[in-house]
């Protein structure tokens, strides 16, 4: 058995952790964040490391990681459905028209709009090293909540510390600031035992300069329990070849159901490492930038190279978030 495997950056190359019924994964982009807890824990721990440090320098240096072994559960509970409610829509702070369909395989995002603004990297210290992850901020009742992979702020059991949000990033550049986070959470099946199906991470970072992060930036909206195989666009911050975690990047197309392994949305999508927990939208808006978050950049099949995978955004990331808002 093949465990799942992440991307590298700069290297282009997979380095497999495990095994995983016989099937060889990779995860698109990895990052990690540091320590909280979980919405069935005793609650999320305060971070105690600043961001002060992220210079310019540091976060262009900092590397994607493995993703390790996803753990028994995601064998043994392998092609059962995640739980679903009822469809919920949570609208963003200012609102588009809806889908425009362009088919994207990997490309800059050169539409402008709101997506510019909430969508950004995010810089961790995991095992000693500097990582980044992508995030997207999104509405929220204490407007300082952001979503991304569960592996961006856990792995391998160990949170990740310094966890910082930096949104709009662009070429070294923090235009809109860098906030740290004063938790991070993630879904009860990943910090359990880290099933694919559910990962799914969150952050409530801190005010900056007396301001909290969707007053400066704006937040997307969210939909949870919706139908698969709707129009989707991903974006995200790969940094492995070919791409260097420079400029925002996305792919969009018609979504499908993962028929292998998973319960996930699959997009057609070269992404690389570093793009993990890059928001997923439906109803999305070219012109506006804005639409429904529906998933995370998650993991890819290294035999499908051109396929990403996203969780289905069920009752568990719905708990999730609201748990994330409402701290």
Same mark, same amino acid.
């Given at each position: 058995?093949?465990? @799942?495997?992440?991307?590298?950056?700069?290297?282009?190359?997979?380095?497999?952790?495990?095994?995983?019924?016989?099937?060889?994964?990779?995860?698109?982009?990895?990052?990690?964040?540091?320590?909280?807890?979980?919405? !069935?824990?005793?609650?999320?721990?305060?971070?105690?490391?600043?961001? &002060?440090?992220?210079?310019?320098?540091?976060?262009? /240096?900092?590397?994607?990681? !493995?993703?390790?072994?996803?753990?028994?559960?995601?064998?043994?509970?392998?092609?059962?459905?995640?739980?679903?409610?009822?469809?919920?829509?949570?609208? @963003?702070?200012?609102?588009?028209?809806?889908? %425009?369909? &362009?088919?994207?395989?990997?490309?800059?995002? /050169?539409?402008?709009?709101?997506?510019?603004?909430?969508?950004?990297?995010?810089?961790?210290?995991?095992?000693? %090293?500097?990582?980044?992850?992508?995030?997207?901020?999104?509405? /929220?009742?204490?407007?300082?909540?952001?979503?991304?992979?569960?592996?961006?702020?856990?792995?391998?059991?160990?949170?990740?510390?310094?966890?910082?949000?930096?949104?709009?990033?662009?070429?070294?550049?923090?235009?809109?600031?860098?906030? &740290?986070?004063? %938790?991070?959470?993630?879904?009860?099946?990943?910090?359990?035992?880290?099933?694919?199906?559910?990962?799914?991470?969150?952050?409530?970072?801190?005010? *900056?300069?007396?301001? %909290?992060?969707?007053?400066?930036?704006?937040?997307?909206?969210?939909?949870?329990?919706?139908?698969?195989?709707?129009?989707?666009?991903?974006?995200? #911050?790969?940094?492995?070849? $070919?791409?260097?975690?420079?400029?925002?990047?996305?792919?969009?197309?018609?979504?499908?159901? !993962? #028929?292998? *392994?998973?319960? !996930?949305?699959?997009?057609?999508?070269?992404?690389?490492?570093?793009?993990?927990?890059?928001?997923? #939208?439906?109803?999305?808006?070219?012109?506006?930038?804005?639409?429904?978050? &529906?998933?995370?950049?998650?993991?890819?099949?290294?035999?499908?190279?051109?396929?990403?995978?996203? $969780?289905?955004?069920?009752?568990?990331?719905?708990?999730?978030?609201?748990?994330?808002?409402?701290?």
């Amino acid at each position: 058995m093949t465990y @799942p495997r992440h991307i590298r950056k700069g290297a282009g190359a997979l380095v497999a952790t495990g095994t995983l019924l016989g099937l060889v994964l990779q995860t698109a982009p990895a990052s990690a964040d540091s320590g909280a807890g979980t919405p !069935d824990s005793a609650g999320p721990t305060t971070l105690q490391e600043r961001s &002060s440090g992220w210079t310019a320098e540091r976060m262009r /240096s900092a590397t994607s990681l !493995d993703l390790p072994d996803v753990g028994s559960g995601a064998v043994k509970d392998a092609g059962k459905a995640v739980p679903r409610g009822e469809e919920l829509r949570i609208p @963003p702070l200012v609102g588009g028209e809806g889908d %425009k369909a &362009s088919p994207e395989g990997g490309g800059a995002w /050169s539409g402008g709009g709101d997506v510019t603004e909430t969508t950004g990297r995010v810089f961790f210290k995991y095992g000693g %090293k500097d990582a980044s992850c992508s995030g997207n901020a999104v509405t /929220s009742d204490n407007a300082s909540t952001v979503m991304t992979a569960g592996h961006c702020v856990k792995m391998q059991g160990k949170w990740h510390t310094d966890w910082t949000f930096v949104p709009g990033y662009h070429d070294g550049e923090a235009p809109h600031g860098k906030w &740290s986070a004063g %938790k991070t959470l993630t879904t009860p099946q990943w910090d359990a035992g880290e099933d694919m199906d559910y990962d799914v991470g969150a952050a409530v970072v801190k005010p *900056l300069d007396g301001k %909290k992060l969707t007053d400066v930036v704006g937040g997307q909206g969210l939909s949870f329990n919706a139908p698969y195989n709707s129009t989707m666009y991903a974006f995200g #911050f790969p940094a492995a070849d $070919p791409y260097d975690g420079e400029e925002l990047t996305y792919c969009s197309g018609r979504a499908f159901q !993962d #028929f292998l *392994l998973s319960k !996930d949305h699959a997009l057609s999508c070269d992404m690389t490492g570093g793009a993990s927990g890059g928001p997923w #939208f439906t109803e999305f808006d070219e012109a506006s930038g804005t639409g429904l978050q &529906s998933s995370v950049n998650s993991f890819k099949y290294n035999f499908m190279p051109n396929a990403m995978f996203g $969780p289905y955004f069920g009752e568990d990331a719905q708990t999730l978030y609201e748990t994330a808002q409402s701290s």
